[in-house]
């Protein structure tokens, strides 16, 4: 192995050029690997992908919630921030390396371009944005360009009503996607809702809805922009704004283009265009995102990883120190760092807090995602105690972890409501697989798998039931597909007008 040095290589290029393919393809070559994703979602599909390839026996998949490591694994599936990399492998890729400049999670997928390598061979995927940086930051890198598979081209503005069938209609906020699913339902017969806080289950199954055609149409938030592989033949946007998590602002023109790419998948062409209020695409816009052509990104975020476990306010300092050199910039504060400041600040927990071993304990429970935002202190006071039970018992209580996790499981409410819950079994799984924090850690982990599968098959069927009109959406098909052909009418003696044997309405006088 010494004989030479490991290969650094990136590939970089649009939405559709096989990136992940290629990745997976030498993953499976090397005898050992390592890939990380920017979604639990697709760390999920490859994983199943990989199993598919060398068996479940030698494949593991690990994120934050779910843990799944035979004794015998040798290629990993994971989330970015999830990957073992104190492991040695022969082969560690990262794919969708351009989010090294998202000011929230770029952070992380930074520290990996900078510092996760295989022993032979290291895959970094992206767009083209991040070329100069990342020649600039990892200079011995190889960087190679794949064109797109295929055309996508700009189809103009049209009203719902008018949009083709395998449409993809991306909304902004949970608001704007129940607006359009419920005016889809009514005029075109039904659509499968995607957001991002759909648990991996309902996603899938509202993805199936519409891949098996059981439904034309596909109302999302920019959630598909990620890796969604899917028979879309059009995406329109209904708005070009979103609220990032600390402000609304404009869509980047790399963005609408990651949105747009999931239009037309391996070689078939796609179009993109805007439906409903949203304002018509600027020329300049539309030919960046036609030609690929965006400005390069300025500068990735950064934070120290060197962390410094003297004492809560040794630890804060570390993680607030500015980055040494060009092209780096500290990102947001993200959800870890806020609740170690306040937590800091807790005479209790600075008083608990001494000494390196339960400094280094405090900063692990401030780490636990808060995969709720609802900008309260409720997430601060779990990982108040989490830690103190941690500090204290060197594991939590078995009767505390059986009462939250037991209690997640109830499917009553509505959507939102089932939404919320989903995001509190996350939390919970994840504190579940740490097998350093919970005795019988596989047994919680498994009640809290059972309770999202609940949430999830629950929250599918009452997407269905409020989204989908089956008979309408035949109907619409019908009408679509045979426009010359004539459809068996009538109207009864009662004034109901029947089409195919289906009641559509009816009509007096």
Known sequence: ????????????????????????????????????????????????????????????????????????????????????????????????????????????????????????????????????LLRRLVPEAEIETRPRLSQLSHAGPAKLSRLPPRSAIVAF???????????????????????????????????????????????????????????????????????????????????????????????????????????????????????????PLEQLAWRNAALDFASPDALLASLLAPPDRAGLVRGNDASDVLVLSALAHDPAIREAARGRRAVRLLWEACQIPDFRKLATDHHTRLCARVFTHLLRDGELPQDWVAGQIGGLGRTDGDIDTLMQRLTEVRIWAYIAARADWVRDAAHWQGRAREAEDLLSDALHEKLMARFVDRRAARLTRRLEQAETAELLSAVTRAGDVVVEGHPVGRIDG
């Open 173 to 295: 906020s949970a608001a704007e996607v129940y607006a359009i699913a419920e005016a889809v339902r009514t005029r075109r017969g039904g659509c499968a809702v995607v957001m991002g806080r759909l648990s991996p289950r309902t996603r899938n199954a509202q993805v199936a809805l519409y891949q098996e055609k059981e439904v034309d149409f596909l109302v999302a938030t920019d959630a598909i922009g990620m890796g969604l592989n899917m028979d879309v033949d059009h995406v329109a946007f209904a708005g070009l704004s979103k609220f990032d998590g600390h402000r609304p602002r404009l869509l980047t023109a790399s963005e609408v283009a990651q949105i747009a790419g999931r239009a037309g998948r391996g070689m078939r062409d796609g179009t993109f265009g805007t439906t409903g209020t949203c304002p018509p695409l600027t020329e300049e816009l539309v030919g960046a995102v036609e030609a690929h052509a965006f400005e």
């Open 1 to 132: 192995m010494s004989g030479f040095a490991p290969r650094v290589k990136a590939v970089l290029g649009p939405t559709n050029t096989g990136k992940t393919h290629l990745a997976i393809e030498r993953l499976l070559a090397h005898s050992s690997g390592i890939i990380g994703f920017p979604l639990r979602l697709l760390a999920r599909e490859n994983y199943d992908r990989m199993v598919a390839a060398k068996g479940a026996r030698h494949v593991a998949l690990i994120t934050g919630e779910e843990k799944i490591v035979p004794a015998e694994a040798r290629w990993f599936s994971c989330t970015v921030e999830a990957m073992p990399l104190d492991r040695k492998v022969e082969f560690v890729a990262v794919d969708e390396i351009q989010l090294c400049a998202d000011p929230d999670r770029g952070h992380v997928f930074t520290d990996r371009l900078l510092h996760a390598r295989g022993m032979v061979e290291t895959m970094f995927l992206g767009a083209e944005t991040i070329r100069r």
